[in-house]
């Protein structure tokens, strides 16, 4: 199966939800390059969530001490708690996060980056991360970031496997 005709799975982290506007904005805005997509909160998931062929989307903020979401928390520890090669998964990665937090700005999607990257699941591009102290609103830059990535790495020849 080529990208184009592979699910795009948005997997959710969030606590006050702007994360599950972010996707649920990308699944209305992005069908034209890619079908379906598919939003999923975190919550009851496990590393079963790559079982899938599928490109993957992690789109989470951070909270407390540069932590995921408390509803992430069950699918990122399931990262380390069981392990496999992920070697198949193809990912990006949408980090919320604000910068009066500096030491731990964006670490929810960071840390989803470096465990999904110690298993060998492969990211496309850059982690794009989002300032809530910017002045730019998340929704509409995540949903133009997701395009570009979109048109930049859902190429036959970046993710044909
Ligand atoms: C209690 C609290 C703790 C936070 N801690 C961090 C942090 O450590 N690092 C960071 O970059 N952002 C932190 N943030 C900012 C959020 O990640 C940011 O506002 C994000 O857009 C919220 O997304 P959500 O509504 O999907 O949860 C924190 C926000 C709150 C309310």
């Given at each position: 199966?080529?990208?184009a005709?592979?699910?795009?799975?948005?997997?959710v982290?969030t606590?006050?939800n702007t994360?599950?506007?972010?996707a649920?904005?990308i699944?209305?805005?992005?069908?034209?390059?890619?079908?379906?997509i598919e939003?999923h909160r975190?919550?009851?998931?496990?590393?079963?969530?790559?079982?899938?062929?599928a490109?993957?989307?992690?789109?989470?903020?951070?909270?407390g001490?540069?932590?995921?979401?408390?509803?992430?928390q069950?699918l990122?520890?399931?990262l380390?708690s069981?392990?496999r090669?992920?070697?198949?998964?193809?990912?990006?990665v949408?980090?919320l996060g604000?910068?009066i937090?500096p030491?731990?700005?964006?670490?929810?999607?960071?840390?989803f980056?470096?465990?999904?990257?110690?298993?060998?699941?492969?990211?496309?591009?850059?982690?794009?991360?989002?300032?809530?102290?910017?002045g730019t609103?998340?929704v509409?830059?995540?949903?133009a970031?997701?395009r570009n990535?979109?048109?930049?790495?859902?190429?036959?020849?970046?993710?044909?496997?």
């Amino acid at each position: 199966m080529n990208a184009a005709s592979r699910p795009l799975i948005i997997l959710v982290g969030t606590v006050t939800n702007t994360a599950e506007q972010v996707a649920r904005a990308i699944e209305m805005d992005c069908a034209d390059l890619i079908q379906p997509i598919e939003v999923h909160r975190m919550e009851g998931l496990d590393i079963r969530a790559f079982d899938r062929d599928a490109l993957y989307v992690i789109c989470s903020s951070t909270h407390g001490a540069g932590d995921v979401p408390q509803n992430a928390q069950t699918l990122y520890e399931s990262l380390g708690s069981e392990p496999r090669y992920l070697g198949h998964v193809r990912y990006g990665v949408i980090a919320l996060g604000d910068s009066i937090y500096p030491n731990t700005f964006c670490h929810g999607g960071l840390r989803f980056d470096e465990r999904l990257a110690d298993l060998g699941a492969v990211r496309l591009g850059e982690v794009f991360r989002h300032d809530a102290s910017d002045g730019t609103d998340a929704v509409a830059a995540g949903v133009a970031w997701c395009r570009n990535w979109l048109a930049q790495c859902v190429k036959p020849s970046s993710i044909h496997t």
